[in-house]
């Protein structure tokens, strides 16, 4: 049958998510799984990679490495934001590590190629009697890039569009409901490692289904009676509305809060009466671990309300909660004793069941097939 994508021991993955049963363990386990998912989704997808608040000055620079690739994002003149790939033409010599400000030259520290910060390779030490050297055909390689939102994400694949990523639509639902987000700036930032593959922690995001459970603090923050959604090909937005009385953020009942989660590695929440924006980028390394960075974004200035109770929230409860039940799904796993399960979606496919989850799963089978 044509909606029989994935078979394991217990049935098929098929695309109803009230019909199917989970993905099989191996797509958590195996390495060659890992080297699709990098080449097919990751080289392929629009990928964060910070804030334009993060690059303040002309020269202002970051450099990161995604899906196995260095590259560097700075401010060139006139505040044109660019992406490169962080290394020197001449020997590949990775040119910038970690973040900073240039003055107006990008100094190779091998062999002192200089490169302006548009890229443009301007000097090359002893090259003037190389035979057919040109300085042209050696400036750094652009990786594409866009902003949205003040966010900045990039892509690999040079003939990608921010439409086919729903970066425009994604960019509306941050808008109506932070409309100052690009002015924003991160007043804290966290790098966790976690020992789970990265799709377990997106799996953990792309559900409320456990929230009762796992998280009784967070369950008392909104009302399921309330929630609303917005599914696009590449993100989901989802707003519940708060429960009146909750004592760190002083609801009434009808502040929003609010969910996103866009293909194939950001998750970002908006807590009922606060103003800041957390957003989180998971990203592999290695079949059983990934890397979580989080930002929490907040008006410039002084710090807004709530912000250290937003900080304390994420960062000492629901995520440590979360990292818990992600390290213990995934030694689950591995056991002998488990390949797969049922998806518990509810027939209105609402945020507080699984819906979203195998739509995740059906868009990862989907890259993978591609």
């Not at 969910?259 to 606060?274: D, E, I, M, Q, V």
Request: proline fraction near 5%; glycine fraction near 8%.
């Amino acid at each position: 049958m044509k909606d029989r994508l994935v078979e394991g021991e217990r049935g098929f993955f098929v695309a109803s998510a009230q019909q199917s049963f989970t993905l099989p363990s191996r797509y958590y386990l195996e390495p060659d799984i890992l080297q699709q998912e990098t080449q097919k989704i990751f080289l392929r997808s629009w990928l964060y990679v910070g804030h334009i608040s993060d690059l303040p000055e002309l020269g202002s620079y970051m450099t990161m490495e995604l899906a196995g690739q260095p590259i560097v994002v700075i401010l060139g003149q006139n505040k044109e934001l660019r992406v490169f790939f962080n290394v020197c033409q001449h020997r590949g010599h990775i040119l910038l590590d970690g973040r900073g400000q240039v003055k107006n030259r990008i100094v190779c520290p091998y062999h002192a190629w200089c490169y302006g910060l548009d890229g443009e390779l301007k000097t090359a030490r002893l090259t003037r009697d190389v035979p057919g050297f040109e300085r042209a055909d050696f400036g750094l390689k652009i990786v594409q890039h866009a902003l949205v939102a003040g966010m900045i994400f990039v892509n690999f694949d040079s003939g990608a569009s921010p439409e086919e990523g729903d970066l425009p639509d994604f960019e509306k639902t941050i808008l109506d409901h932070l409309p100052e987000m690009p002015d924003y700036v991160a007043k804290h930032r966290f790098d966790f490692e976690v020992a789970a593959n990265w799709k377990v922690v997106v799996d953990n995001f792309s559900e409320g289904y456990h929230i009762p459970v796992a998280h009784p603090i967070l369950a008392e923050l909104y009302n399921e009676k309330t929630a609303k959604s917005l599914v696009g090909n590449r993100f989901s937005f989802f707003q519940k509305t708060a429960q009146p009385g909750f004592s760190r953020f002083e609801t009434t009942g009808v502040e929003p809060y609010l969910t996103w989660f866009l293909w194939p590695n950001l998750c970002l929440l908006s807590l009922p009466g606060a103003s800041q924006l957390i957003v989180l980028r998971i990203s592999p390394d290695g079949p059983g671990h990934s890397l979580e960075h989080a930002d929490i974004y907040s008006p410039k200035g002084g710090d807004a309300p709530n912000l250290d109770a937003v900080k304390s929230l994420f960062s000492e409860m629901f995520n440590r909660e979360d990292i818990g039940l992600v390290q213990s799904v995934q030694r689950g796993l591995s056991s002998l004793g488990y390949d797969q399960g049922r998806y518990v979606a509810d027939t209105s496919n609402s945020w507080f069941s699984e819906s979203g989850l195998h739509r995740f799963h059906s868009q990862i089978l989907e890259a993978l097939n591609s």
